[in-house]
């Protein structure tokens, strides 16, 4: 099913930018005045082998769209059984039982869009410019950045400020996270320390600026999706990568290719993909979705539903302390004893303690738990569990952070549902 005039456009940006032109390309459909139009008989054809099976209410189609089914395919490339949650955005997010790897394949990772990725980039001329209050403003290359700095490879952390957005109640707008906007690969890449001080960072900054190459979905030249930033001492700790690799090889495209910004712990929002300029500045970054309730909690406890005042949010920074199980997965079948396995990671903290319980939180046990690969890394654990009989079980996790604190068994709601650290119950049948 190519693109027979233009093979560098994916199926899903030729709808987008000429819906009409991409119709009848692919289906020879002309268009209606009424917007609907008859499929020609090889239009239907192809439609049908792309979808898998006949489309009976094929008339009652709009000109224009790209089937839901085949749209998943195309923007979900190089990831395997990742959930689509959005395609325009991309938002896809792993099954937490496809998450059991103690580092994350590509394959796995999620993907967060706020924006349209950039099309065709070309790492040979892709260049960072750093600016801003710096005593040297800088445009490096990618050769640039491996040839004047270090370059080092960590598994660092990345979550989403809304991985588990999907259990509020009431609910919040917005992607409808479940567990899995989070993983831990490995990057390889240059600290961002390194290069601001090798800029020269000025004594009146306080905040970084981060921009990246996607465009608006409003396809505006003047509108940036997305651009965070960090506290200038967050940004001059020293497992925060700018990365050209991961695991490996070049990023995924829709992991940020060919240059990102990686954050452990804090909001993955901060950690800029298609990254092309980093600003240092006087005063907090207000870029889009810094301000408003973006990316923003209350300053103090609310009550589920409770309406709070713009200007007593404020700007998340380390993710909570949090827990995952990644086998069992939840709905399986086990012997009368299992392996329990998953991860814990705590913001720029580390964990001491991961419990389970397999009686509804009556008694608790603690699991055999690693030490972090490195500073940033989520850490893996596990524990043998046996039933005392046959029947239904619910396996919970909790873990216990370097200071003390406790993943909540409820979610500490807030209004745009971030940050929920619940624990995490996988129901089990044991025979
Ligand atoms: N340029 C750019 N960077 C971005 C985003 C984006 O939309 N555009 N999304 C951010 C958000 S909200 C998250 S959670 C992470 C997700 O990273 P991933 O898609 O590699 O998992 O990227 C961040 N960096
Ligand atoms: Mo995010």
Redesign the pocket.
Known sequence: MALDDDKKHTVQEFFATDPEKADKAFFGRVANPDRRGFLKRTGLATMAAMVGTSIPFHRNMPVGFVPAAMAQDDVLVGKDGLTLLNDR?VNAETPPELLDDPITPTNR???????IPPQDVDPATWTLTIDGFVDTPMELSITDLREQFEVVTMALT?????NGRGFFNPPAKGNQWTYG?I?CSEWTGVRLKDVLEKAGVQSNVVYTA?Y???THLSGKADKL??S?GLPIDKALTDNILIAFEMNGDAL?P???APL??VVPGW?????????TRIELRDQVHDGP?MTGTS?RVPGYPVAPGQDVPEEDFVIIERMPVKSLVTFPANGAETGMSTQVRGHAWSGDRSITTVELSTDFGATWSTAELDDPVNNGAWQNWRADVSFPQAGYYEIWARATDSEGVMQPFAIDWNPKGYLNNSMHRVGVRAS
Not at 109 to 115: C, K, S, V
Request: aromatic residues 8%; proline residues 8%.
């Open positions: 955005p990772h999620f993907i967060r869009n706020n924006g990345l979550e989403c400020g809304g906007a993983g981060h990246g190459a996607d999706p997305i965070r995924h829709m992991n940020g990102r910004l909001p993955a929002s901060t950690a800029q993909k298609w990254l979705k990316y």
